[in-house]
């Protein structure tokens, strides 16, 4: 190799000219023009690749992977993986009926009758009325019939002024202890609540006792109670009447209304024959009058049976006595001619002998009130 400088020889592996100090050019020379034209070359060929990428005249084709197939298990193998599914099912089906056993006894157990009851009674005495109702009507859905229950859900509907449904319940306890005086006095608020007295008027009409009819005096004048229930009777009554807290008594025996043209009751009111409609109204020490009380009696007297008399009628050949049957408290009247004995008819009051002759003998019996009986008739010969 020539040093281009100073045309000294240089030796291959020198990077300098030893003579000059020139470096020395290891590139062989090279024509610019030819440069130029590698290099257009070059950009044409790139240009037409990115126009065959450009109108989709060249598409890249994906090698397709060859399918491998997986190897076919053996009849062993298969047996092994079935039994491990079937075992795993039973696991898994093991673990639901445990899951399911923990969650739903837990739950069953908190909603018994007795637990819920207890629930109830815990939220009642703090005064959680709403949570208690629910405690309560759950105890009652699952014992309909337990007085415990009913009563408690009535309380809860009273407690939260749902008045018409803790008056269903009531009743409905009512029916078990009609003599509960505590459940009478929630009744009677709660009616007192709806301003409904027609209902307080129709609770007095079966109240059990004194104790509860005075209770419910306490709510409205109540009117009277009659010592007899209108009807028929065969003999006289002598009525009274019953009222609360020395209130006055007004009495009328034509139908008439007692406020108006009442009389003031102050002993026993004697019904004789016939029928009578009696009214009656109580009258409290501020002047107000209680519902007008009214009760129709019909007083019909019965009859004494006929007569009877031994010997009943014949015919006679010696002296013979005639006995009649008197009964207690009564009299007997006869006669000989067949004329009405109760009008002009002898006395019986021995046995008397039976006469000469034809005669009719003719009876009557009058008891203590008067009634008279039948005629009783019979013919003698003698």
């Not at 003031?264 to 009214?279: A, F, P």
């Amino acid at each position: 190799m020539k040093c281009k400088k100073c045309g000294a020889e240089i030796e291959s592996k020198l990077l300098y000219c030893p003579n000059c100090g020139e470096p020395i050019q290891l590139v062989p020379d090279y024509n610019v023009f030819e440069e130029e034209l590698l290099s257009k070359v070059v950009e044409d060929k790139k240009k037409a690749k990115e126009d065959k990428f450009a109108t989709g005249v060249y598409n890249t084709v994906e090698k397709e992977e060859p399918h491998v197939s997986s190897p076919k298990p053996s009849a062993k193998a298969s047996v092994f993986w079935g039994m491990k599914r079937y075992w795993l099912k039973i696991v898994v089906f093991l673990a639901i009926v445990i899951m399911g056993i923990c969650i739903i006894f837990p739950f069953i157990g908190s909603h018994t009758y007795d637990n819920l009851m207890n629930k109830a009674i815990s939220a009642e005495a703090d005064q959680k009325y709403a949570k208690a109702l629910g405690y309560y009507r759950e105890a009652y859905e699952l014992e309909e019939d337990s007085f415990e229950a009913i009563y408690g859900l009535g309380r809860m509907y009273f407690n939260v002024k749902d008045y018409n449904n803790a008056l269903d319940l009531f009743n409905k306890a009512l029916k078990q202890q009609p003599n509960n005086k505590k459940l009478y006095s929630y009744i009677l608020e709660s009616y007192d609540a709806l301003n409904d007295t027609d209902g307080i008027y129709k609770l007095s009409e079966s109240a059990p006792n004194d104790d509860i009819y005075q209770l419910i005096s306490e709510y409205i004048v109540l009117p009277p109670t009659f010592s007899y229930a209108g009807g028929k009777y065969n003999e006289d009554i002598f009525l009274d009447f019953k009222t609360t807290n020395d209130n006055l008594v007004f009495y009328t025996l034509n139908g008439k209304n007692p406020t108006i043209s009442g009389k003031l009751y102050k002993k026993s009111i004697k019904l004789t024959e016939g029928t009578t409609e009696v009214k009656a109204v109580v009258q409290s020490s501020d002047g107000e009058y209680s519902q007008i009380a009214s009760q129709t009696y019909t007083i019909a007297y019965e009859k004494p049976n006929m007569p009877e008399v031994t010997p009943a009628g014949g015919t006679f050949t010696e002296k013979t006595m005639i006995t009649i049957k008197v009964p207690d408290g009564a009299k007997a009247y006869y006669t000989w001619d067949g004329t009405n004995p109760a009008e002009n008819g002898i006395p019986y009051t021995e046995p008397f002998p039976v006469i000469q002759g034809s005669s009719v003998l003719s009876v009557v019996i009058v008891d203590s009130k008067g009634n008279v009986s039948q005629v009783y008739r019979g013919e003698y010969n003698y």
